[in-house]
Nanobody, 120 residues
């Protein structure tokens, strides 16, 4: 069983910054992809950023140049640095981690979600 704990959301003014963190724990043997998704009210969940085990990164077009994804493999933690935030970035942000457990099975775990609100 793998658990994810997210932190770092909150209220910020347009143009401000926030850093989200997501730490994975439990019966982890290896982690492959780590990423962030978001869901705004009345909209479908969408990919924000993903980073692979080989450290390749993919970001949604709307956040390129503003958001950065990184990971600390020693801490099983993924980060999302969000700069130049816009009101349209307001959403619940969910962390995703995929990998293998110590018994060899695949896991795909989601965080509980953290609210990011961009408003003056």
């Amino acid at each position: 069983q793998v658990q994810l704990v997210e932190s770092g959301g909150g209220l910020v003014q347009p143009g401000g910054s926030l850093r989200l963190s997501c730490a994975a724990s439990g019966s982890i043997f290896s982690i492959n992809a780590m990423g962030w998704y978001r869901q705004a009210p009345g909209k479908q969940r969408e990919l924000v950023a993903v980073i692979s085990g080989g450290d390749s990164r993919r970001l949604a077009d709307g956040v390129k140049g503003r958001f950065t994804i990184s990971r600390d493999n020693a801490k099983n933690t993924v980060y999302l640095q969000m700069n130049s935030l816009k009101p349209e970035d307001t959403a619940v942000y969910y962390c995703y981690v995929g990998g293998r457990t110590i018994v060899g099975s695949e896991f795909h775990s989601w965080g509980q979600g953290t609210q990011v609100t961009v408003s003056s």
